[in-house]
């Protein structure tokens, strides 16, 4: 394999020690380095869109492209914004995405009143469809492709199947068993999802913050690891220290290598 793509947000962007995507462009001998197009803040309709649009952009590197999608929150929804790129670095647009001519901004749902405000609007509903439509959207891309590839939740995201604020939605189940758990590292929803969620909207900037999951075994995400493990940038900040990076792509590699995951997916 020749090229290695990552997307995702803040938890998969490039860093000076390696991200645990740069870390395991290398574990797998992947040629050239990663090519990052994570932003940090944003949300999963972004990272379909920029994934795919890369390949439209770059088809000859169909062929020998491994893919790395660290999918976050389904509670950030993205739009895309009068913003136009800049030539040259500014903030987080850089290296990959100075390449796009469009740029995507944010709505953190929670933090917006007029969607809280809106009684015909189920949020946790919302989130999960997206959720769910976001990975199975780019999952069908890349298998219809032959693109090999591994998804993981970076964020912890409650997974319901039939039942969501006391109402009954069981179509949520159809589109759930769509999606290839043998492409998705630690699929699952974790037992401490809920909390772990609400965690993740807390405000990390105040000091009465601070990053602690009960998890004892199983992790869902990035986020949940680094939290039981103790390997956050900060006891009120939940991204990853260069171990929780490290450590979680050594994690990636033993599920892509059990998998089987470079061969291209036709081979499923």
């Known amino acids: 394999m020749k090229y290695h793509l990552s997307n995702g947000c ?27 197009m ?8 972004r990272i379909v869109n920029t994934t795919m649009h890369w390949f439209f952009k770059n088809p000859e590197k169909m062929k020998d492209t491994f893919v790395s999608i660290g999918w976050t929150t389904g509670y950030r ?15 987080g ?25 809106d009684k015909d ?3 946790e509903l919302s989130s999960t469809v997206k959720l769910y439509t976001n990975i199975l959207s ?22 319901p199947e039939t039942e969501v604020n006391g109402k009954q939605r069981r179509d949520l189940k159809l589109l759930k068993e769509q999606i ?10 974790s037992e401490f999802a809920k909390e772990n969620v609400q965690m993740q909207k807390d405000n990390r900037s105040s000091a009465q913050h601070k990053v602690e999951v009960r998890n004892k075994d199983y992790v ?13 940038k900060s006891a009120n900040d939940g991204h990853p220290s260069e171990r929780g990076h490290h450590a979680w792509a050594d994690e990636l590699h033993k599920f892509i290598k059990q998998h089987n995951l470079l061969d291209r997916p036709s081979s499923d």
């Not at 803040?10 to 090519?35: M, V, W």
């Not at 929804?77 to 903030?91: A, M």
């Not at 890349?142 to 409650?158: E, R």
């Open 138 to 159: 780019l999952q069908y891309f890349l298998k219809y492709h032959n693109i090999p590839y591994v998804f993981y939740h970076a964020l912890t995201n409650d997974l």
């Open 180 to 189: 290839d758990r043998k492409h998705f590292y630690n699929f699952e929803t």
């Open 220 to 232: 869902q995400s990035h986020f949940e690891f680094c939290a039981k493990n103790g390997w956050t």
């Open 77 to 91: 929804w993205d739009y895309v914004s009068n913003y136009v790129t800049p030539k040259e670095k500014e903030g």
């Open 93 to 117: 647009i850089k290296g990959e995405l100075l390449k796009f001519d469009y740029q995507w901004s944010t709505w953190q749902l929670w933090q917006h009143d007029f969607f809280m405000r």
């Open 38 to 45: 994570a932003k940090g803040g944003r949300g999963n309709d």
């Open 10 to 36: 803040s938890f998969s962007t490039r860093k000076k020690f390696n991200s645990c995507h740069q870390q395991l462009g290398k574990l797998l001998n992947i040629d050239e380095p990663t090519i990052s």
């Open 121 to 123: 609007m189920d949020l």
